[in-house]
Nanobody, 123 residues
Framework: QVQLVESGGGLVQPGGSLRLSCAAS????????MGWYRQAPEKQREFVAG???????NYADPVKGRFTISRDNAKNTVHLQMNSLKPEDTAVYYC?????????????????WGEGTQVTVSS
């Protein structure tokens, strides 16, 4: 059973914007924090942003002020609005769930990883 499906990636010029979406199964989304991660070529996967069930958010330092995470509880979906994109944001982006917000940054995730969505920032 597919639990997480990411979408919205693409090719964008530096300074541009993209909005990623992650559709999650109800069992994964409900009552759990949700987060976004990314993995660039030849690099380890890293935490990007997380949002708790109450809407509390946290962000990795490289994306603070540029990315915004949100969740739509009615649609079991989490979004990542990415503005002022830089070439170093190029990566495959993934979402996942955690029991609490603080678990996301330490990769204590609950679901199998999806296929991700490719984001390429290049002129």
């Amino acid at each position: 059973q597919v639990q997480l499906v990411e979408s919205g990636g693409g090719l964008v010029q530096p300074g541009g914007s993209l909005r990623l979406s992650c559709a999650a199964s109800r069992t994964i989304f409900s009552n759990n924090a949700m987060g976004w991660y990314r993995q660039a070529p030849e690099k380890q996967r890293e935490f990007v942003a997380g949002i708790g069930t109450s809407g509390t958010r946290n962000y990795a330092d490289p994306v603070k002020g540029r990315f915004t995470i949100s969740r739509d509880n009615a649609k079991n979906t989490v979004h990542l609005q990415m503005n002022s994109l830089k070439p170093e944001d190029t990566a495959v982006y993934y979402c996942n769930a955690g029991s609490v917000l603080s678990s996301l940054a330490s990769f204590r995730t609950m679901a199998s990883w999806g296929e991700g969505t490719q984001v390429t920032v290049s002129s």
